[in-house]
């Protein structure tokens, strides 16, 4: 259970209860994902982030059920010869169904899948309320939820994202100050089932998060900047890779190849201006101006998240960068339409 429950889970969350106005809602309703889970309109236009870590619990605890009935359903109707055959994350519920179906049994993941374990889904809020907690989802400033969740809202109903959100389905985000990882507070993460975005983020480069549209500046630290909608299209990209892979979509297999290629182009580049130490030299800040951004260099992962927060931003136009940097935006066009 631990391998399906624990913290570095990852997955879609489609139909969630979001705590609104003293009710619980059926937030993520509508149209079926392409990977069977459900997603949509959130209701009225709305996006409630919680304030208790209590409510937060119950979300990320509903979301990961969701999640989890989300892969089962595109699992369970296989004969026990095909379930032997999957592999990856997909393949942890696949040997439990093998098991059931060869009368060995219904595991406490596929209970919890169906949501038919109670007690089991109780025990992980407990879990997720302490955690919460120990984030601090009830310190945050009462303005820095505000202006979350105003950039919540807005991402959510921008117009140029919805044929993206009917694919890939809307997930909750969620106002943090503390990291219980340990080390600096970071700006956001994503979370398998949550964006997470800290109070706490006013020290990264000695400014905070500012409202406003996703723009792109190419050549800067990150594609995002201050940008708060900016930060949730990087974070939501983290996402789409992830749905993408959990599918072993042809179009996300042709991504590493690409920013490997792409790394390497800069690597060597900003090593010939570089000085023989590696220190820094006006021709490097040359290098630096063509790339898509610094954190696009940093991960495979992050390079993904930077190009899909390019491509969707309000102002993206391919011309803007650099050539070498066109195959990636190029595949990230064709992912996003």
């Known amino acids: 259970m631990a391998a399906l429950w624990g913290e570095e889970q990852t997955g879609f969350a489609m139909k969630i209860l979001i705590p609104y106005k003293g009710k619980l809602l059926n937030s993520f309703e509508g149209h079926e994902g392409i990977i069977g889970h459900q997603g949509g309109s959130l209701p009225r236009g709305e996006h409630s982030i919680p304030t208790k870590a209590l409510d937060a619990a119950k979300i990320r605890t509903n979301a990961l059920i969701s999640e989890l009935g989300g892969r089962l359903k595109k699992v369970e109707n296989l004969q026990p010869a095909e379930l032997l055959k999957i592999t990856g994350r997909n393949g942890i519920l696949a040997t439990d169904l093998w098991r059931e179906k060869s009368g060995m049994g219904t595991s406490d993941a596929l209970m919890f899948a ?27 400033s009462p303005e820095f939820h505000s202006l979350v969740e105003e950039s919540s809202k807005s991402f959510y109903s921008n117009p ?33 089932t949550v964006i997470e975005v800290f109070d706490g983020s006013k020290q990264w480069w000695g400014q905070g998060l500012k409202s406003g549209a996703s723009t792109t500046t190419p050549g800067g630290i990150s594609i995002p900047d201050k940008s708060l909608e900016g930060v949730l299209h990087h974070e939501y990209g983290h996402h789409v890779q992830n749905a993408l892979n959990d599918v072993q ?89």
């Open 114 to 140: 169906r949501n038919q374990d109670e007690s089991q889904k109780n025990k992980l809020v407990r879990r997720w309320s302490k955690i919460y907690r120990a984030r601090g989802v009830e310190e945050v």
């Open 160 to 192: 140029r994202m919805q044929d993206v959100f009917a694919r890939f389905g809307k997930i909750p985000v969620f106002t943090c100050t503390k990291d219980d990882w340990g080390g600096d507070v970071p700006q956001a993460r994503y979370e398998g």
């Open 249 to 337: 979509d042809p179009l996300v297999k042709e991504w590493p190849s690409l920013w490997s290629t792409y790394k390497s182009s800069y690597d060597a580049d900003y090593k010939a201006a570089a000085h023989e130490d590696g220190t820094w030299t006006p021709a490097c800040k040359e290098v630096e101006k063509t790339r898509i951004s610094d954190y696009s260099l940093t991960k495979e992962g992050e390079g993904f998240a930077e190009a899909f927060a390019a491509v969707t931003a309000s102002d993206y136009s391919r011309d803007k960068y650099d050539k070498r940097c066109h195959p990636m935006l190029e595949l990230m066009e064709r992912i996003v339409k």
